[in-house]
């Protein structure tokens, strides 16, 4: 996937990245190697089904998280490129 981005002076392209986890629990060490090794500007994690997942953030990257606290499955989590300068987009 690839996503074109404008930072105030220049476009550039960004890699992304989205997986289905179904749990994260047992993957993280997974996840975070594909970010890495791919150089993804940001990668988005769909049903992580933890509450906190900041355990699993690939260094030079931040987590932007809203978990499912109603059930046991859910959750969103997406990692951003540090150089990123991005509003929380759960913040209502």
């Known amino acids: 996937?690839?996503?074109?981005?404008?930072?105030?002076?220049?476009?550039?392209?960004?890699?992304?990245?989205?997986?289905?986890?179904?749990?994260?629990?047992?993957?993280?060490?997974?996840?975070?190697?594909?970010?890495?090794?791919?150089?993804?500007?940001?990668?988005v994690i769909t049903q992580t089904w933890v509450k906190i997942v900041g355990e699993v953030t690939?260094?030079?990257?931040?987590?932007?998280v809203q978990p499912e606290f109603t059930r046991k499955v859910g959750g969103v989590a997406i990692f951003l490129c540090d150089s990123f300068e991005v509003q929380n987009p759960f913040a209502l």
């Open 58 to 64: 690939p260094a030079g990257y931040s987590l932007i």
């Open 1 to 43: 996937m690839l996503i074109t981005s404008y930072n105030g002076t220049a476009a550039q392209n960004v890699s992304a990245g989205l997986v289905n986890s179904q749990s994260i629990c047992n993957k993280s060490d997974e996840i975070s190697d594909v970010v890495k090794d791919m150089n993804l500007g940001a990668f």
